[in-house]
């Protein structure tokens, strides 16, 4: 495949995000290509699809300093949910969604109370969420194991095929007219003194009016030669996925103190995942699966739901999650003209469609945006950078 | 005394009682009765369900409900009286035990056992590793899928079974398995290595439990497998491989069918059809890809002068396929299978004077072999494709080396070379190792050295003169209309694969991600090159280090209750 020598906006980055981004901006009417820098790669093309909507207390627990941030963030889980609903029915295209409810469960009466207080924050914030107890969870989700006390239900969060919800966007940006180029990475941006970008791949130039970064963790490098510090950071995850089961798993279930996320796909395989750590090998930083993951996340997932251990796991694989600061990295780069960013600042398949059209919107310089993203600026990390 | 039986349940439900030998698998004594139709699949694409195919554990198609556990494979799972075993539909999980299961505690994770060499594959060039590794003083640690040893060539009969060996062939097996079990090497026999980590983090069942090992050194023997044929019917019930139909004589002493069609390419099939035709089965055909070997005098005469022992039991093959009246078609391809009215299979061969049909109630198909190099390529060995055999092997250094320091690929895995060249590649390979480890080599083990090199050589020229006189076009998906299964874990057929590559052109990853094909049981093992030698035909595509699907644990299906009951890894996130 070849470089046009120019077009309007460019979208670098393929995964959901960028996809959804260019989809709003051909929808506008706007000329649009998405990069994308290899056919393997990590972030969406490895998701697993779960729609997360409460707070993931992984992260509260991993990056504390984040929360405030995650919270703030709240009412876009919400809208990024609803937005999933609507753009399955805009496609036309089942994504096998399923919005069945979320359960974070607790093991100990001290976290269940951890859950109710954040419960109760959420409730405060929109959230539609319960807390449970053993025998409502028993009437419920009779699969949770006895180790399970409680948990906390919100009725938003679900889960969704990613294969197909991909497919079916890109097809409909296809379908409008939107370019693809896959396997293009682009190296470097450069401002034009007549405006515009040129970016920089392998295959050469590109004239681009205007650029997205929906490159998830690979946008602050992109970013720094520019002197912008974005730190976005790669974050490999590993995921298991089981032989196909009769239905078992209703919800998208989730650990108050422990990293597991637990769902069931259409199709009947049981996906398991929740954040346990891959590694980046070789010179092309592929992510690769580790041991004591695989092992670790089963045992775990086993606990909570013993029949698992009933099934065999078929396959697991490795993909990208970007952490920020929990918060967006969205919108115009001041003084960078025509320069944007889309980066959900986690949950990033969930946030996905929304980032897409908030994003696609700063680019059209709409101004009825249903977010003020502006806490989002990318240059929010100016001072960080000063202080380093 | 009355022989012992399982209860077979079929789609219907019905039960019905079927005898076996004490030894035999699941699926040869429900193929003794005439029970082909094991499960039912997802899609259910061809109208008819799956059985056995590969015969080895591989394919992953011959599911079947065991006494209430889903989707054990029928082929490596032993018969035992009183079994009840069930037809299954898809996903085939109905009767998941009600009870508690067994929750692990939270013991910590075991440290690594710590072995000099580990061998993966209790074959011809395993046990030939075990062997001399042992005489070097290593301590050795053998892991073999199945319960007998002896591998894909030797096929020594069922554990149990009480039978003699047919031949010398299966004699020359036994000896080679006594002198390995012997040798003081730790042999684990049905044992799945699961899990490839990094060399010193390998991960296998025991059939007990799950152990980590951290070998010093690692010798992978893991053998090789059908290269699939993949043409209209050909995972319809009956149609297996011919090693798989092998198998079922050799090691169970049942017929793969009463009528049988061998159809392939290369000398197993005119040796399978002749075992058949010998116990008692019509074999309709041979059906060989190869045009006759007159048309190829120099080939001929260089495997003979190679090894004309060897040269002279072929020709004794296929004198005895004349002398029983079973054709051997020569330049002939088998091109679809269907079923026919009368429930037989009904297939269209291609040949030199046309197509012509036979009917049969077993098929045998054997297009050559794939190496086994999945735990290879796991653990990082660098691979290149053979162009002139259709394969991708491991680089190797002369002592069998791989990229990996300290990690060894000998025999079919490596690249086919066959089993006596395996059993020479074994000595050099356990002697390099020893050499590594600081061992001493005795002196008539060092001896040995340069005799195995000299007999590898001589293999190696048997080998390439045999291919040479063998020598014909691979199918790869020709023969596939837009309705046949190419990967058959998940249905995907050859048109829905054409549709997602003519929508953008994607590399074999995107095409996973948008068809499926390659993410089921037998982890992309049929269908990867298949595919990686589609887009390098039709996209340009380089058949390189990565052009097959990203290798990554577990290498086989393994059950989580297996895993878990390892213990807790010592970093718990």
Same mark, same amino acid.
């Given at each position: 495949?070849?470089?046009?020598?120019?077009?309007?906006?460019?979208?670098?980055?393929?995964?959901?995000?960028?996809?959804?981004?260019?989809?709003?901006?051909?929808?506008?009417?706007?000329?649009?290509?998405?990069?994308?820098?290899?056919?393997?790669?990590?972030?969406?093309?490895?998701?697993?699809?779960?729609?997360?909507?409460?707070?993931?207390?992984?992260?509260?627990?991993?990056?504390?300093?984040?929360?405030?941030?995650?919270? /703030?963030?709240?009412?876009?889980?919400?809208?990024?949910?609803?937005?999933?609903?609507?753009?399955?029915?805009?496609?036309?295209?089942?994504?096998?969604?399923?919005?069945?409810?979320?359960?974070?469960?607790?093991?100990?009466?001290?976290?269940?109370?951890?859950?109710?207080?954040?419960?109760?924050?959420?409730?405060?914030?929109?959230?539609?969420?319960?807390? !449970?107890?053993?025998?409502?969870?028993?009437?419920?989700?009779?699969?949770?194991?006895?180790?399970?006390?409680?948990?906390?239900?919100?009725?938003?969060?679900?889960?969704?095929?990613?294969?197909?919800?991909?497919?079916?966007?890109?097809?409909?940006?296809?379908? !409008?007219?939107?370019?693809?180029?896959?396997?293009?990475?682009?190296?470097?941006?450069?401002?034009?003194?007549?405006?515009?970008?040129?970016?920089?791949?392998?295959?050469?130039?590109?004239?681009?009016?205007?650029?997205?970064?929906?490159?998830?963790?690979?946008?602050?490098?992109?970013?720094?030669?520019?002197?912008?510090?974005?730190?976005?950071?790669?974050?490999?995850?590993?995921?298991?996925?089981?032989?196909?089961?009769?239905?078992?798993?209703?919800?998208?279930?989730?650990?108050?103190?422990?990293?597991?996320?637990?769902?069931?796909?259409?199709?009947?395989?049981?996906?398991?995942?929740?954040?346990?750590?891959?590694?980046?090998?070789?010179?092309?930083?592929?992510?690769?699966?580790?041991?004591?993951?695989?092992?670790?996340?089963?045992?775990?997932?086993?606990?909570?739901?013993?029949?698992?251990?009933?099934?065999?796991?078929?396959?697991?694989?490795?993909?990208?999650?970007?952490?920020?600061?929990?918060?967006?990295? =969205?919108?115009?780069?001041?003084?960078?003209?025509?320069?944007?960013?889309? +980066?959900?600042?986690?949950?990033?398949?969930? =946030?996905?469609?929304?980032?897409?059209?908030? *994003?696609?919107?700063?680019?059209?310089?709409?101004?009825? =945006?249903?977010?003020?993203?502006?806490?989002? $600026?990318?240059?929010?990390?100016?001072?960080?950078?000063?202080?380093? | 005394?009355?022989?012992?039986?399982?209860?077979?349940?079929?789609?219907?439900? /019905?039960?019905?009682?079927?005898?076996?030998?004490?030894?035999? $698998?699941?699926?040869?004594?429900?193929?003794?009765?005439?029970?082909?139709?094991?499960?039912?699949?997802?899609?259910?694409?061809?109208?008819?369900?799956?059985?056995?195919?590969?015969?080895?554990?591989?394919?992953?198609?011959?599911?079947?409900? +065991?006494?209430?556990?889903?989707?054990?494979?029928?082929?490596?799972?032993?018969?035992?009286?009183?079994?009840?075993?069930?037809?299954?539909?898809?996903?085939?999980?109905?009767?998941?035990?009600?009870?508690?299961?067994?929750?692990?505690?939270?013991?910590?994770?075991?440290?690594?056992?710590?072995?000099?060499?580990?061998?993966?594959?209790?074959?011809?060039?395993?046990?030939?590793?075990?062997?001399?590794?042992?005489?070097?003083?290593?301590?050795?640690?053998?892991?073999?899928?199945?319960? *007998?040893?002896?591998?894909?060539?030797?096929?020594?009969? #069922?554990?149990?079974?009480?039978?003699?060996?047919?031949?010398?062939?299966?004699?020359?097996?036994?000896?080679?398995?006594?002198?390995?079990?012997?040798?003081?090497?730790?042999?684990?026999?049905?044992?799945?290595?699961?899990?490839?980590?990094?060399?010193?983090?390998?991960?296998?069942?025991?059939?007990?439990?799950?152990?980590?090992?951290?070998?010093?050194?690692?010798?992978?023997?893991?053998?090789?497998?059908?290269?699939?044929?993949?043409?209209?019917?050909?995972?319809?019930?009956?149609?297996?491989?011919?090693?798989?139909?092998?198998?079922?004589?050799?090691?169970?002493?049942?017929?793969?069918?009463?009528?049988?069609? +061998?159809?392939?390419?290369?000398?197993?099939?005119?040796?399978?059809?002749?075992?058949?035709?010998? /116990?008692?089965?019509?074999?309709?055909?041979?059906?060989?890809?190869?045009?006759?070997?007159?048309?190829?005098?120099?080939?001929?005469?260089?495997?003979?002068?190679?090894?004309?022992?060897?040269?002279?039991?072929?020709?004794?093959?296929?004198?005895?396929?004349?002398?029983?009246?079973?054709?051997?078609?020569?330049?002939?391809?088998?091109? /679809?299978?269907?079923?026919?009215?009368?429930?037989?299979?009904?297939?269209?061969?291609?040949?030199?004077?046309?197509?012509?049909?036979?009917?049969?109630?077993?098929?045998?198909?054997?297009?050559?072999?794939?190496?086994?190099?999945?735990?290879?390529?796991?653990?990082?060995?660098?691979?290149?494709?053979?162009?002139?055999?259709?394969?991708?092997?491991?680089?190797?250094?002369? *002592?069998?080396?791989?990229?990996?320091?300290?990690?060894?690929?000998?025999?079919?895995?490596?690249?086919?070379?066959?089993?006596?060249?395996?059993?020479?590649?074994?000595?050099? #390979?356990?002697?390099?190792?020893?050499?590594?480890?600081?061992?001493?080599?005795?002196?008539?083990?060092?001896?040995?050295?340069?005799?195995?090199?000299?007999?590898?050589?001589?293999?190696?020229?048997?080998?390439?003169?045999?291919?040479?006189?063998?020598?014909?076009?691979?199918?790869?998906?020709?023969?596939?209309?837009?309705?046949?299964?190419?990967?058959?874990?998940?249905?995907?057929?050859?048109?829905?694969?054409?549709?997602?590559?003519?929508?953008?052109?994607?590399?074999?990853?995107?095409?996973?991600?948008?068809?499926?094909?390659?993410?089921?049981?037998?982890?992309?093992?049929?269908?990867?090159?298949?595919?990686?030698?589609?887009?390098?035909?039709?996209?340009?595509?380089?058949?390189?280090?990565?052009?097959?699907?990203?290798?990554?644990?577990?290498?086989?299906?393994?059950?989580?209750?297996?895993?878990?009951? =390892?213990?807790?890894?010592?970093?718990?996130?």
């Amino acid at each position: 495949m070849t470089l046009p020598r120019e077009v309007d906006v460019a979208v670098i980055g393929g995964g959901i995000v960028g996809l959804c981004t260019a989809l709003e901006l051909a929808r506008a009417g706007t000329e649009v290509l998405v990069l994308d820098d290899a056919a393997r790669l990590g972030g969406t093309t490895a998701n697993a699809g779960s729609l997360h909507v409460q707070m993931q207390s992984r992260f509260i627990r991993l990056y504390p300093d984040q929360v405030p941030g995650l919270e /703030a963030s709240l009412p876009l889980y919400v809208a990024a949910a609803r937005r999933w609903a609507e753009l399955e029915q805009e496609l036309g295209t089942g994504f096998e969604r399923k919005a069945s409810g979320g359960l974070m469960v607790a093991e100990t009466p001290e976290s269940y109370e951890f859950l109710a207080r954040k419960c109760e924050r959420e409730k405060r914030l929109g959230l539609q969420v319960e807390m !449970l107890g053993r025998a409502e969870l028993a009437r419920i989700a009779p699969y949770l194991g006895e180790a399970v006390i409680g948990a906390e239900f919100c009725a938003e969060e679900g889960k969704l095929n990613p294969l197909l919800a991909n497919q079916a966007v890109r097809r409909a940006l296809q379908a !409008l007219g939107g370019a693809l180029l896959p396997e293009t990475r682009i190296e470097r941006l450069e401002a034009d003194p007549r405006g515009g970008w040129t970016l920089h791949a392998g295959t050469g130039p590109l004239r681009a009016g205007r650029v997205v970064l929906a490159a998830g963790a690979g946008t602050g490098a992109l970013l720094a030669p520019l002197g912008l510090v974005v730190p976005t950071v790669a974050e490999p995850l590993h995921m298991n996925v089981t032989e196909a089961t009769a239905p078992l798993i209703g919800h998208l279930v989730q650990h108050a103190e422990r990293m597991i996320t637990l769902k069931q796909l259409s199709a009947g395989q049981c996906v398991i995942g929740g954040g346990w750590p891959a590694r980046l090998h070789g010179p092309q930083q592929h992510p690769t699966v580790e041991a004591s993951s695989l092992i670790g996340n089963l045992r775990l997932a086993s606990h909570i739901v013993p029949r698992l251990a009933r099934l065999r796991l078929i396959r697991a694989w490795a993909g990208v999650n970007t952490t920020v600061d929990g918060r967006c990295v =969205l919108g115009a780069v001041p003084g960078h003209a025509g320069l944007f960013t889309a +980066v959900p600042g986690d949950a990033g398949y969930t =946030l996905g469609p929304l980032v897409g059209r908030l *994003a696609a919107g700063a680019v059209l310089g709409r101004r009825d =945006l249903d977010f003020d993203i502006a806490p989002f $600026s990318p240059v929010r990390f100016a001072g960080a950078a000063a202080l380093a | 005394m009355p022989e012992p039986a399982l209860t077979w349940h079929d789609a219907d439900g /019905a039960p019905r009682g079927i005898p076996f030998h004490p030894g035999q $698998s699941v699926a040869a004594a429900l193929t003794a009765a005439g029970v082909r139709d094991l499960r039912a699949t997802r899609r259910g694409l061809d109208g008819e369900g799956r059985g056995l195919h590969c015969g080895m554990g591989v394919c992953q198609d011959c599911l079947v409900e +065991v006494d209430g556990t889903p989707n054990l494979r029928a082929c490596v799972t032993k018969a035992l009286p009183g079994m009840q075993v069930r037809h299954q539909d898809f996903p085939g999980v109905a009767r998941l035990p009600l009870g508690p299961v067994p929750v692990p505690d939270d013991a910590p994770l075991p440290a690594q056992e710590v072995v000099d060499l580990l061998i993966l594959g209790g074959g011809a060039g395993g046990l030939s590793a075990a062997i001399a590794a042992r005489r070097c003083g290593l301590d050795v640690l053998v892991v073999e899928e199945r319960t *007998a040893l002896g591998g894909q060539y030797y096929k020594q009969p #069922a554990p149990g079974l009480g039978a003699a060996a047919l031949d010398a062939q299966q004699a020359e097996g036994a000896a080679l398995a006594a002198t390995a079990e012997a040798s003081g090497a730790r042999i684990l026999r049905g044992a799945e290595l699961w899990g490839a980590f990094d060399l010193d983090r390998i991960a296998l069942f025991d059939g007990a439990r799950t152990r980590l090992l951290a070998p010093r050194a690692m010798i992978v023997a893991a053998g090789s497998y059908e290269r699939p044929h993949v043409v209209p019917g050909w995972t319809l019930p009956g149609v297996m491989t011919t090693g798989a139909g092998q198998t079922l004589w050799r090691s169970h002493r049942v017929l793969p069918g009463r009528r049988v069609l +061998v159809a392939g390419n290369g000398p197993l099939n005119i040796q399978v059809a002749c075992e058949l035709a010998e /116990a008692g089965a019509a074999v309709v055909a041979v059906a060989e890809a190869a045009a006759h070997p007159a048309t190829r005098p120099r080939a001929a005469l260089a495997m003979a002068a190679a090894d004309p022992s060897l040269a002279i039991k072929g020709g004794r093959y296929v004198a005895a396929l004349r002398r029983r009246g079973v054709p051997l078609l020569h330049g002939t391809v088998l091109t /679809a299978i269907a079923r026919a009215p009368d429930g037989a299979l009904r297939a269209t061969l291609r040949g030199p004077r046309g197509e012509t049909t036979q009917e049969a109630d077993a098929v045998l198909l054997g297009y050559g072999f794939l190496p086994s190099h999945e735990t290879l390529r796991a653990l990082g060995a660098e691979c290149r494709f053979d162009a002139d055999r259709g394969q991708f092997v491991p680089l190797r250094d002369a *002592a069998l080396m791989t990229t990996v320091p300290g990690l060894y690929a000998v025999g079919d895995c490596a690249g086919l070379g066959g089993a006596p060249a395996a059993r020479e590649e074994g000595i050099l #390979a356990a002697l390099a190792v020893a050499r590594q480890l600081g061992r001493a080599v005795a002196p008539d083990v060092a001896a040995e050295e340069s005799a195995a090199r000299g007999r590898l050589a001589r293999h190696r020229r048997f080998q390439a003169a045999l291919w040479d006189l063998f020598a014909a076009p691979r199918a790869g998906l020709s023969l596939a209309t837009p309705d046949t299964v190419v990967c058959r874990c998940e249905e995907v057929t050859r048109g829905e694969i054409e549709a997602a590559l003519a929508d953008g052109a994607p590399a074999l990853g995107e095409l996973k991600r948008r068809t499926r094909c390659g993410m089921g049981r037998c982890q992309g093992r049929y269908c990867a090159q298949l595919l990686a030698e589609h887009l390098a035909a039709t996209q340009g595509r380089p058949l390189d280090n990565l052009a097959l699907f990203a290798p990554r644990a577990p290498v086989k299906p393994i059950a989580i209750a297996d895993i878990v009951a =390892l213990g807790t890894p010592e970093r718990l996130p």
